[in-house]
């Protein structure tokens, strides 16, 4: 978790996510530019802008003795989505971490956010604000989208607050990784991403897309560009699954995820001709953990996995995201090759937990 220098919060039970809106449906009798303006007007007042702070040393007046001062300058930004009518908001991890502070400005208000806390490999954070009265998003679904839909994207692209871009759902249910920016080098899995060309630039992270009913369906999160602003591929972590990790930090719980039990290596035609190997992709297990979901399945080392649910196996990455689009207790098909033979074994999902 990134706490920083905030205190943290203990989470109430008794907390609503999720504004009911004013009704199911936005109806307009207009061209879309009306469908916008109806959208925006609804969903303006649930987006934030969220500005970062690090600390940076400076020298005193006392430099000539060697003392220097902590003083905090504006590092980055970000965008957050209100959850909760007394001040929840939800964002990207990677636009909090290594924040020493973070102001949020809802509402034509700035406040000093604290963090309640954050999954990094999930890319989600949630904050607090000391507020009331705000207006929380209406939380959609993201279970039955369908491409083509026309989505809008809300945020503060560039540090522009309160933007928004409109455009379509361009697919569903794209799986990549990405590698954090800490020192840890550790990567954020993103499964069943919503892909959009609705316009993300940086400074969109962690606003809100939502419908043309004005709900929450997913988390801007990620842009594919050669030059590191839009080129029409933006990418959202679907709202089902961001609300669950939410709700689970607000609950004060450690997010869970799916999990196999094994570590494993990725399989290709060089390595499978120099070490014999019966097939040239998929991933190696290099080791199972004892009493994992693999285990228990009787997976071993040197098994090479090709296949997990309806997910092709091709390297190791493949292996993570495909576990990761499932829930702890799943139960899934697992294929794999063994000296030669595809075996299939059934296998629970057990957690990270």
Not at 157 to 184: C, H, K
Not at 211 to 239: C, E, H, Q, R
Not at 309 to 323: E, H, R, T
């Amino acid at each position: 978790l990134v706490l920083g220098v905030y205190s943290f919060i203990h989470p109430s039970s008794s907390t609503v996510l999720g504004g009911s809106g004013s009704g199911t449906s936005i109806t307009v009798s207009g061209e879309d530019t009306t469908l916008a303006e109806a959208v925006s007007q609804k969903c303006l007042p649930s987006v934030v802008n969220i500005d970062v702070y690090t600390k940076q040393s400076s020298q005193t007046m006392m430099g000539m003795m060697g003392q220097t001062s902590d003083e905090l300058e504006e590092s980055s930004l970000g965008s957050g989505i209100i959850l909760s009518s007394d001040g929840y908001i939800l964002t990207n991890y990677h636009v909090i971490e290594g924040a020493d502070q973070l102001k949020v400005n809802a509402g034509g208000e700035e406040y000093i956010a604290q963090v309640v806390g954050a999954d990094e490999s999930s890319d989600l954070a949630v904050l607090k604000i000391d507020a009331s009265g705000l207006t929380a998003i209406e939380i959609g679904s993201s279970s039955d989208l369908t491409v083509g839909e026309w989505v809008m994207a809300v945020g503060s692209p560039f540090g522009l607050e309160q933007s928004v871009s409109t455009g379509i759902v361009s697919a569903t249910s794209r799986t990549t990784s990405a590698l954090n920016d800490s020192s840890s080098g550790s990567s954020a899995v993103y499964t069943n991403m919503i892909q959009t060309d609705a316009a993300i630039n940086p400074g969109n992270s962690g606003g809100a897309l939502v419908d043309k009913d004005g709900k929450l369906i997913g988390v801007n999160t990620l842009i594919a560009s050669s030059s590191g602003s839009s080129s029409g591929v933006g990418f959202a972590i679907p709202v089902d699954y961001a609300m669950n990790i939410a709700q689970q930090i607000i609950d004060g719980k450690t997010p869970s995820h799916a999990q196999l039990g094994i570590t494993g290596s990725t399989v290709n035609s060089q390595l499978a001709k120099r070490y014999n190997l019966p097939v040239e992709s998929g991933a190696y297990v290099t080791s199972v953990t004892a009493g994992s979901s693999a285990a228990n399945a009787g997976i071993q080392e040197g098994d090479i996995i090709t296949k997990l649910g309806d997910s092709s196996i091709s390297s190791s990455s493949d292996l993570v995201l495909a576990v990761r689009s499932h829930s702890a207790g799943d139960n899934v098909q697992v294929t794999f090759n063994r000296n030669g033979q595809e075996n299939t074994v059934s296998v629970t999902l057990g957690s990270d937990s």
